[in-house]
């Protein structure tokens, strides 16, 4: 969309430059880089310290359908995580900010 602002007027707006279109690129890139980078640290992290068990989890969404989730779905799909912790000997209540009964 910012090509087509610098090509097209948008209701009596004068279209952007191409130097403006430039900084606007160059500002959602470096961004796009840094909030990456974060994602990264975050899974790094997440990994090593284990705050989530991958295989459990993975045993987890493999089992589960892929389809849209109401409240219900919600509340099976955290009595199947804690299901999982118990089976593990771990508890997992603790994720849990809201009871979900």
Request: charged share 25%; no cysteine; aromatic share 10%.
């Amino acid at each position: 969309t910012s090509m087509v602002s610098t090509l097209v007027s948008f209701g009596g707006m004068e279209p952007i430059s191409a130097y403006s279109m430039g900084i606007i690129w160059i500002y959602v890139l470096i961004w796009f880089v840094i909030r990456d980078a974060l994602k990264l640290v975050a899974y790094n992290l997440i990994e090593k310290y284990k705050i989530v068990d991958r295989t459990a989890y993975l045993d987890l969404v493999k089992a589960k359908p892929k389809d849209k989730l109401g409240m219900s779905g919600i509340r099976k799909f955290s009595q199947d995580i804690r299901e999982v912790g118990r089976r593990r000997g771990e508890s997992v209540d603790a994720i849990f900010a809201v009871d979900v009964q």
